[in-house]
């Protein structure tokens, strides 16, 4: 079996991204010593799970396949949760003034 370069570069940089997330999370809950995920988890996961599932998809894994499609339904719903509430907090400022 030939192993397409292309392809695997592409499965390295989605795990990388993916991984990424629990980096951010990790040095942001010990720089204020509180556990938090910052609104960076959210993207890099959605970046990683949309990358993984290109490299599911090509590799036709269907577990593989639904596994990152069902993720990047739970990333993308509270990266709305956060735009929701970022428009929120604009709005209360608005008012404020």
Avoid: C
């Amino acid at each position: 079996m030939e192993i397409d370069k292309t392809w695997l570069a592409i499965g390295f940089i989605g795990q990388g991204l993916f991984s990424a997330r629990f980096i951010v999370q990790w040095l942001q809950s010990e720089k204020i010593k509180k556990s938090v995920i910052p609104s960076a988890f959210w993207y890099f996961s959605v970046a990683g799970g949309m990358t993984l599932l290109a490299y599911a998809i090509h590799r036709e894994d269907p577990i593989f396949i639904i596994g990152q499609a069902t993720g990047l339904i739970i990333y993308f719903r509270n990266l709305q949760f956060l735009w929701r509430d970022k428009r929120a907090d604009a709005t209360d400022i608005t008012r404020e003034d």
